[in-house]
């Protein structure tokens, strides 16, 4: 099979890691790519918003399946248009993704559905939106509706910090377009956890369960970030919690889509706080989790690609994936000033001697070459992500190799997984 995988992170560099050892496989491209990725895949220079050229691409080189690896590209409607020329995409079409591209009608879905959520109203008028929160009172979380990479999700704890996140989002609109509509939600106490399942529409198959950690320092201090590290399983999700997020999450959320007309094809990823009177439902993101994506497919046992088609082809009740026993961990290595303004093309040294890393591999995210040197290129540079026996020694393996690599102002954070080790 002729397959193209789109983005250019450590997702993406897991995501043709991992299809790169699939028997189906016989040609592997990868847009935009980065210097990682170029070592397993054929670099594709094209961007991963840009539909046109990336459909006209997969029609032009007989693609078999497409896998959009961030978010970005199925909201653009990536999957319909792919459909639309016969092509097959391991991805929700828009209609589906709305599921992240849109807060509010996430919310209207799950409310609409039983599904367990923070309380919450939606609004256009700013007015309303601060009466709405002087009613209610703090603490309480302003979001901004459509996509803003991350950032659109302001946690308040007082009633005039949401006054002012309010007209942040609305009046000044920082988040531009993204925050013509608010939804105003309750604040979730809890811990937040990561439950990924492949679904093909019917059948909701549950991927091993993850966590990350989304702030930038140790001790879950600092700004949010799109993910420092994460580990994989998670001790928090038991088997119980796992049970109850399948029957009250995954799979009404698929069949609530399924009985308005629209079919869920790919990953479906809930972020969960697990509360005292439960799991709720943060947000839905229609992709995999970057970097739990590293973690997971560290310990996927069977064929990803074979489970991609699957999903695509309405097969998904046939499978059953094995996972690796041992838990695996990603150490996110970031530029300096990350999630803030950060310098590129610094000279990362120490990759060579982790070629032959038989307990890991060294997922690049924001990297690239210059004269035959590995430069870093983004925000999140690289996902150092090892197995080992038990959470301690996959965590001292990680670490080992993390600090074999350099570059100047690197950092990273020191106590990735730290939850695990606790309950351990
Ligand atoms: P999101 O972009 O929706 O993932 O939100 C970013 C982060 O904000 C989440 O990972 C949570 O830590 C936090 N958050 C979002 N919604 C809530 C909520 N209703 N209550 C408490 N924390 C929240
Ligand atoms: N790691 C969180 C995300 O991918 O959204």
Redesign the pocket.
């Known amino acids: 099979m002729r397959v193209l995988v789109i983005g250019g992170g450590g997702r993406e560099h897991a995501l043709v890691w991992k299809l790169s050892q699939s028997p189906l496989l016989t040609k592997l491209y990868c847009a935009p790519g980065n210097a990682g990725i170029a070592e397993v895949a054929e670099i594709v220079a094209i961007a991963a918003d840009d539909i046109k050229a990336l459909v006209a691409f997969a029609r032009a080189e007989k693609i078999d399946l497409i896998v959009p690896g961030p978010e970005l590209p199925l909201t653009l409607g990536i999957a319909d248009a792919l459909e639309g020329h016969g092509l097959r995409c391991f991805g929700p079409v828009a209609a589906a993704a709305r599921l992240e591209g849109s807060k509010a009608f996430t919310k209207d879905l799950l409310s609409e559905c039983g599904i367990p959520t923070?309380f919450y109203s939606t609004f256009t008028d700013p007015d309303e939106a601060r009466r709405y929160v002087r009613e209610v009172g703090a603490p309480i979380?302003v979001?901004a509706d459509g996509l803003a990479a991350?950032k659109?999700?302001l946690?308040c704890s007082t009633v005039e910090e949401a006054e002012d996140a309010i007209d942040r989002t609305m009046r000044s609109r920082v988040f531009g377009s993204a925050g013509d509509k608010v939804v105003v939600?309750?604040?979730?106490?809890g811990e937040?956890a990561s439950f990924m399942a492949v679904t093909d529409g019917q059948t909701v198959l549950p991927l091993a369960s993850s966590q990350d950690h989304?702030r930038a320092l140790d001790g879950d201090r600092g700004p949010?970030t799109g993910g420092m590290g994460a580990y994989s399983p998670a001790p928090v999700v038991t088997a119980e919690l796992h049970e109850q997020v399948m029957a009250e999450v995954m799979r009404p959320v698929v069949t609530g889509l399924a009985d308005r007309g629209i079919r869920y094809r790919g990953v479906l990823y809930a972020?969960l706080?697990v509360t005292r009177e439960g799991p709720k439902v943060?947000?839905f993101n229609v992709r995999f989790g970057d970097p739990e994506c590293q973690a997971i497919l560290m310990r996927l046992r069977g064929d990803l690609l074979e489970m991609m088609n699957a999903t695509v082809d309405g097969e998904l009740s046939t499978l059953s994936p094995q996972w690796d026993e041992r838990p695996a961990v990603c150490v996110v290595m970031a530029a300096e000033g990350y999630p803030g303004n950060y310098e590129k093309g610094r000279v990362i040294s120490g990759l060579e001697d982790l070629r032959e890393w038989s307990d890991g591999v060294v997922f690049h995210a924001g990297t690239a070459t210059d004269e035959g040197r590995v430069v870093t290129a983004g925000g999140r540079v690289l996902g150092v992500t090892a197995i080992g026996s038990d959470i301690d020694a996959a965590v001292g393996e990680a670490y080992r190799a993390v600090d074999a690599i350099r570059w100047e102002g690197v950092h990273f954070r020191r106590d990735i997984a730290h939850r695990a080790l606790r309950q351990r």
């Open positions: 923070g979380v979001k991350g659109g999700v946690l939600e309750e604040f979730l106490e937040e989304k949010n972020g706080m943060l947000e």
